[in-house]
């Protein structure tokens, strides 16, 4: 009998389906929970913008490196044992971050919950290898819905709770979500077998040989990177902006992520967009998109219209050329999607946490029009080295043809 067990073969089924899905959501939104408690967090603590704005920052590094270290151990060991332990981490982390006497274990709590909740980065290859071949895609972009809705809606859970019951109820909570969804994977989830044979070691060094041989994926990754420290910059100092423009609290710094949720509606039709027309040139436009919204930002720092016309923009851009991104690099090595997903999402986290930084640091000194230049600059040299590695690509294929 354990034997025939061993063999059976698991398969996607519309509750393991869903399972991924909420847990995506739920998991990826302790990323971004922080975000607008910042004012809160600095009144509590006693500390400047800059300093509450490092909780961003801590989260943003830590997932950045529990992706790279932990989510190629998916190759090595079985992925449903890996997350139950993981889970423990998480609710361990999130009560600490709730209990916190200083800003300091706040600080050690955040990178905590950032190198723990990297969680579905194992469930989207996961669905992708549950799947079957010929409606691998729909399956992947349905676990993918649940990522960008709890990206978009934990900023507004969070201003809410936080507005009515503290910012430290928000961690508490979140830790009881967790356990919800330990117990859901526990009985819910099958277990994937590891299919790799080799060392940890090698595991690791075979990433290094990826970035050297694969210059599309080195190009996708600083674009997405770029893109990526545009929208922390954004998201992490509108608290800021909002309390000190319009008096407004954590609870409609939450509500603009409602706003997002219209420009995310917009991601599927380029989705698709990216299935019919070159990827490149699809992300010329979506990156000229990141650009105007910063423009229309610097004009809006005393209209809420303008923000949210801003905000809507952003979304868009910023998510379609992560969706092109995806489609460029996962149509590189096919046999290597995991690794070259964790060298994407670690660069891709890592350009998060340090537009957090800056633009936390620039609205100490320069306010509101420091983070608009900066959204500018990142957005237009992404632009630029797309535009100049294109011309490249064409070159290469000119001199292939001739």
């Known amino acids: 009998m354990p034997a025939a067990t061993k063999k059976e073969t698991p398969h996607l089924t519309t509750t393991t389906l869903w399972v991924m899905t909420i847990t995506t959501g739920l998991v990826v939104a302790n990323l971004y929970y922080n ?49 139950l332990i993981d889970f423990a981490f998480v609710v361990i982390s999130l009560v600490l971050a709730g209990a916190a006497p200083n800003i300091n274990i706040l600080l050690i709590a955040s990178f905590f919950i950032g190198c723990s909740s990297m969680i579905p980065q194992l469930l ?108 922390s910059a954004f998201w992490s100092t509108l608290t800021f902006l909002l309390k000190q423009n319009f008096n407004l609290g954590s609870d409609v710094a939450g509500l603009f992520g409602l706003v997002g949720a219209f420009g995310a509606l917009a991601v599927g039709a380029m989705g698709r967009l990216s299935d019919k027309m070159d990827p490149y040139h699809l992300s010329t436009f979506t990156l000229v998109l990141v650009i105007v919204s910063f423009v229309v930002f610097a004009f809006s720092g005393h209209s809420m219209a303008g923000l949210i016309i801003g905000v809507v923009l952003m979304d868009m851009g910023v998510q379609a050329t992560h969706i092109s991104n995806q489609a460029i690099i996962f149509a590189t090595r096919p046999e290597a999607r995991n690794r070259i997903n964790t060298i994407y999402m670690v660069t891709y986290f890592i350009g998060g946490a340090l537009g957090t930084f800056i ?44």
């Not at 900066?374 to 011309?391: D, T």
């Not at 064409?394 to 292939?400: E, G, L, M, P, R």
């Open 35 to 83: 975000q607008p408690l910042l004012v809160d967090i600095s009144h509590t603590f006693n500390v400047n913008s800059g300093k509450a704005g490092q909780v961003s920052v801590f989260t943003q590094i830590g997932y950045a490196l529990g992706m790279f270290f932990i989510i190629p151990l998916a190759d090595m060991f079985k992925r449903k044992k890996l997350m």
């Open 124 to 231: 989207i290859p996961m669905a992708a290898h549950l799947a079957n071949p010929h409606e691998r895609g729909k399956k992947i972009a349905f676990v993918m819905s649940g990522l960008l809705i709890g990206i978009l809606l934990s900023r507004t859970v969070s201003g809410l709770v936080a507005a009515h019951f503290g910012w430290r109820s928000m961690f508490y909570m979140a830790a009881a979500l967790m356990l919800i969804m330990w117990a859901l994977i526990y009985f819910l989830l099958p277990e994937v077998e590891p299919e790799y044979k080799g060392s940890y070691k090698n595991l690791m060094l075979s990433l290094v040989h990826l970035i050297k041989e694969e210059p599309r994926l080195r190009l996708a990754s600083l674009r997405g990177a770029l893109c990526f420290a545009c929208f």
């Open 359 to 402: 633009a936390t640091q620039l609205w100490h000194s320069y306010q509101w029009n420091g983070v608009c230049i900066l959204g500018v600059a990142l957005s237009a040299i992404a632009l630029i080295m797309h535009l100049l590695n294109r011309k490249k690509i064409q070159h290469k294929a000119t001199t292939v043809q001739s």
